[in-house]
T-cell receptor, first 115, second 114 residues
């Protein structure tokens, strides 16, 4: 059974810092991995999608990497801003025919960027 | 705008009173799914639908029903809600079950059962 772990559980940084959020998964047979952002009282916003054949994806100040063999992904946020404060969730879509589209989520990292 | 729309956003109800949470997507997605999010447990899949008239249970289906009569709609039905169904619910859709282009989530429905 796939399990996804995110470290750290919470992170507080001053504005302008570069930071890394970590995601690990127990079964390396994944189809893809998606990073989401969740703001309080709001839904999940997709940030980056990495297919199993890819090593990284970039969008603006965000860069996500994937090392499937070691079961790890990192989300790098450059020059953090107070508006980046949110909960960041990592979700894995397993390969194989029995997952039927299910995403397995980590518990999330609560990020606070203070001015 | 491509989106998944859930209604209502907030709902307080009493134990045993049947309710339906609606979900609609405008992206012609084949695959739709419901998740619930609880503190300490994260997001867990309730039900999913591969296509019209094709639905199946996820990890926590007890106490819920779904239907998929049209491609765009996937309502979640609680026939006799109980307090342990108090949670934040999310509907999601994808072009296919493979999630090749990722998943789009709705804004969530916060349900409280008293």
């Amino acid at each position: 059974k796939q399990e996804v772990t995110q470290i750290p559980a919470a992170l507080s940084v001053p504005e302008g810092e570069n930071l890394v959020l970590n995601c690990s998964f127990t079964d390396s047979a994944i189809y893809n991995l998606q990073w989401f952002r969740q703001d309080p009282g709001k839904g999940l916003t997709s940030l980056l999608l990495i297919q199993s054949s890819q090593r990284e994806q970039t969008s603006g100040r965000l860069n996500a990497s994937l090392d499937k063999s070691s079961g790890r992904s990192t989300l790098y946020i450059a020059a953090s801003q107070p508006g980046d404060s949110a909960t960041y969730l990592c979700a894995v879509k397993d390969a194989g025919g029995t997952s039927y589209g299910k995403l397995t989520f980590g518990q999330g990292t609560i990020l606070t960027v203070h001015p | 705008e491509a989106q998944v729309t859930q209604n209502p956003r907030y709902l307080i109800t009493v134990t045993g009173k049947k309710l339906t949470v609606t979900c609609s997507q405008n992206m012609n997605h084949e695959y739709m799914s419901w998740y619930r999010q609880d503190p300490g447990l994260g997001l867990r899949q309730i039900y999913y639908s591969m296509n019209v008239e094709v639905t199946d249970k996820g990890d926590v289906p007890e106490g819920y029903k779904v239907s998929r009569k049209e491609k765009r709609n996937f309502p979640l039905i609680l026939e006799s809600p109980s307090p342990n169904q108090t949670s934040l619910y999310f509907c999601a859709s994808s072009l296919s079950a493979g999630g090749d282009y990722g998943y789009t989530f709705g804004s969530g429905t916060r349900l409280t059962v008293v």
